[in-house]
């Protein structure tokens, strides 16, 4: 968990997470994500609603190419979470979408005795730097990101982030303080997505929760 003052410290510490499992990342220079094979046929067997998104590589000045590997735009996921709007992201990212509904489910049903029926995201792929720290790569510009600001449950119950997220330091009281303390805690701890911020993390994530795959970790949660 981190403070929004920690957390330049926090990130630039990711750059040792990486090298203690084998290797160093430069954030400058980052790439997307390779799709596995038989990517999209693994999202249609999950029964993943989707249509092929191709997104036409570009190059920033520095020379990393903003791209999307066998990209997909998702309307629906595998249990019929209704993405608002469509899901633009790589088909690597897709799959780690697919984990997020199963988690998000279980943590709904289990505060709520409902599930969600749709989230309201704020972007996907953008081909840009990153908005705190402009010398490196934004995930976003892999479509390997989502921003997500509110979750609607099928009983009509919004939970929205800038609204009900509490920081760690204080007590969740309410049912959304909860849902969205336990469900980042889980994206992060079981490594559904590597990086995980929160509003607790700095005032570029007041309103969303940015959810990412890349090839550091950060847990701003």
């Not at 999307?68 to 899901?87: C, D, H, T, W």
């Not at 099928?154 to 049912?175: F, H, L, S, Y």
């Not at 701890?189 to 890349?214: I, M, W």
């Amino acid at each position: 968990m981190v403070g929004a003052s920690l957390g330049y410290l926090v990130f630039v510490s990711a750059l040792a997470t990486v090298a203690k499992v084998g290797g160093t990342v430069d954030f400058a220079k980052a790439e997307a994500p390779a799709a596995p094979d038989g990517c999209r046929d693994n999202l249609k067997t999950g029964g993943v609603r989707f249509t092929p998104w191709p997104l036409r590589p570009s190059r920033m000045a520095s020379g990393v190419v903003c791209e999307a590997p066998e990209g997909v735009a998702i309307k629906r996921g595998g249990a019929g979470l209704r993405f608002q709007p469509l899901a633009r992201v790589n088909c690597a990212f897709a799959l780690r979408l697919r984990r997020f509904e199963a988690v998000m489910q279980e943590e709904a049903r289990s505060i709520f005795k409902s599930p969600v029926a749709s989230i309201v995201h704020l972007g996907t792929y953008n081909c840009r730097k990153m908005a705190a720290y402009p010398d490196f790569v934004s995930e976003h510009s892999f479509a390997n990101a989502i921003d997500i600001a509110t979750f609607v449950l099928k009983n009509g119950r919004r939970v929205e982030v800038e609204r009900d997220w509490v920081r760690a330091e204080q007590p969740a009281r309410t049912p959304a303080a909860q849902f969205l303390r336990r469900l980042t805690r889980r994206l992060y701890d079981e490594q559904v997505f590597s990086v995980v911020l929160t509003p607790s993390y700095d005032s570029h994530h007041k309103n969303h929760l940015h959810l990412d795959g890349a090839a550091y970790t950060v847990d701003g949660t």
